[in-house]
């Protein structure tokens, strides 16, 4: 069992700044492959951004790619995603997660563990 929550959400205004942390406890944190998924109000949820076990393989969403950066500290047992420039239709609630698999996915069903979200708010 992984524990996660995440913080660091809030209302930043477009072309602002955010970072999300999601502190993760139980299990070996470095045996999970983490990700980050975002659901906004009446639509689905979807992927935002992945990391692989150890931190050196990263993926992104074409929507946040070259805008929000994914890292992990496995040493702390946290994962940060760094989001900037952000734009109004980056508004949701932000999730993370964690999949017992060195590689990640961009699939949410492939996830074993989710945090409870963190709202991030941008206003234009």
């Known amino acids: 069992q992984v524990h996660l929550v995440e913080s660091g959400g809030g209302m930043v205004q477009a072309g602002g700044s955010l970072r999300l942390s999601c502190a993760a406890s139980?299990?070996?944190?470095?045996?999970?492959?983490m990700a980050w998924f975002r659901q906004a109000p009446g639509k689905e949820r979807e992927f935002v951004a992945a990391i692989n076990w150890i931190g050196t393989s990263t993926y992104y969403a074409d929507s946040v790619k070259g805008r929000f950066t994914i890292s992990r500290d496995n040493a702390k047992n946290t994962l940060y995603l760094q989001m900037t420039i952000l734009k109004a239709e980056d508004t949701a609630v932000y999730y993370c997660a964690a999949r017992r698999a060195m590689t990640p996915h961009t699939s949410a069903s492939a996830y074993d563990y989710w945090g409870q979200g963190t709202q991030v708010t941008v206003s234009s």
């Open positions: 139980g299990r070996t944190f470095s045996n999970y492959a």
